[in-house]
């Protein structure tokens, strides 16, 4: 039965001449069936060049739409419309575009973890893999607005040295990694190095050796000699690093709440069952109005351009 499914979803994929790309937080079977997988950035890149005529996305909205936002000509279908992200929901689009436009000589930086009504109201949009870089590419003296993830945000002015006036917003996940386990972790286990995504709150980002996306923290992870690593965000990477490097040992950080693993509860919603719907229905499909759509390219494109 597992087997049909699968073998469903090889079949309908060549009928629909599809691509399926994935992010590093989908569950191991999803993982396991992508064509290709990656970070933020990653997938926005190969969003732009593949030529499937459909990309099926198993990733949240905010990706889904970024994908379609930059190929207006192709079929955006993702598994579970309900897949969302806490980060993006705290940045509503009206009452986003009222803060900005109250700040007219700032410049908006907006992590792409956000709406397409957010995107429409950025400047340039960043992933964690180029932030920094593209703050470092703003004039000393620009006033920057970053937005929506605080803790990327306070990050980020730490590493820059810049002064960004932060939105208040935060990813649900990151944000309740717990210090406590990590202390107690890194005591039972001295010889192994933390690795972090800087959506974390800095009370995990300061016991951490390494930070970065989850490309940068599966890459650190693979070119590393040493052998034990503690993992400080959802755990899908680990299912990466465990096939990259089966010797060494991967431990997910807990939760202030006492959970052992800390899954996107968006993310986690797709299922190889919901890919084999979407394709055969050719629905949840992305929809975009051509306004709003060229509206958000903008801000991505110059992204796209300093990355
Ligand atoms: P990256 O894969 O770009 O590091 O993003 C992490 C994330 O939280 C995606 O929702
Ligand atoms: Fe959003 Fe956080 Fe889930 Fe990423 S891990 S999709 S930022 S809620």
């Not at 499937?52 to 990706?63: E, R, S």
């Not at 995990?204 to 923290?217: A, E, P, V, Y």
Request: hydrophobic fraction near 40%; charge should be negative.
């Amino acid at each position: 039965m597992i087997s049909d499914t699968f073998s469903r979803l090889e079949k309908l994929k060549k009928e629909r001449n599809a691509v399926i790309l994935a992010h590093y937080y989908q569950d191991p079977d999803i993982q396991d069936v992508a064509d290709f997988m990656g970070d933020s950035l990653a997938l926005a890149q190969y969003a732009v060049k593949t030529d499937a005529d459909v990309i099926l996305f198993c990733g949240v909205h905010f990706m889904c739409e970024t994908a379609k936002i930059l190929n207006p000509d192709k079929r955006v279908i993702l598994p579970d419309m309900d897949a969302g992200c806490s980060l993006a929901d705290s940045a509503p689009h009206q009452k986003f575009k009222a803060w900005v436009d109250s700040h007219p000589d700032y410049t908006v930086i907006t992590y792409i973890n956000c709406s397409a009504g957010v995107k429409a109201a950025s400047d340039i949009i960043c992933t964690s893999s180029n932030a920094e870089k593209i703050i470092n590419s703003l004039p000393e003296d620009e006033k920057i607005i970053f937005a929506p993830d605080k803790y990327l945000g306070a990050y980020l002015q730490k590493k820059t040295g810049r002064d960004l006036l932060l939105w208040d917003g935060s990813c649900q996940v990151h944000e309740i990694f717990s210090e406590r386990e990590l202390i107690r972790l890194k005591t039972r286990h001295p010889e192994a190095l933390v690795l972090a995504h800087p959506e974390c709150d800095e009370n995990i980002l300061r016991h951490s050796d390494h930070i970065g996306s989850t490309t940068s923290i599966i890459k650190f992870a693979h070119d590393s000699n040493l052998e034990k690593f503690i993992i400080a965000t959802e755990p899908g990477v680990i299912h990466q690093m465990e096939k990259e490097n089966p010797h060494k040992t991967f431990i997910p950080l807990p939760t202030n709440d006492g959970c052992a693993c800390n899954e996107c509860p968006h993310m986690r919603l797709n299922t190889i069952e919901k890919m084999v719907v979407a394709l055969e229905t050719m629905s949840p499909e992305i929809i975009l109005s051509e306004e709003l759509r060229l509206q958000a390219l903008a801000p991505l494109e110059r992204m796209l351009a300093l990355s």
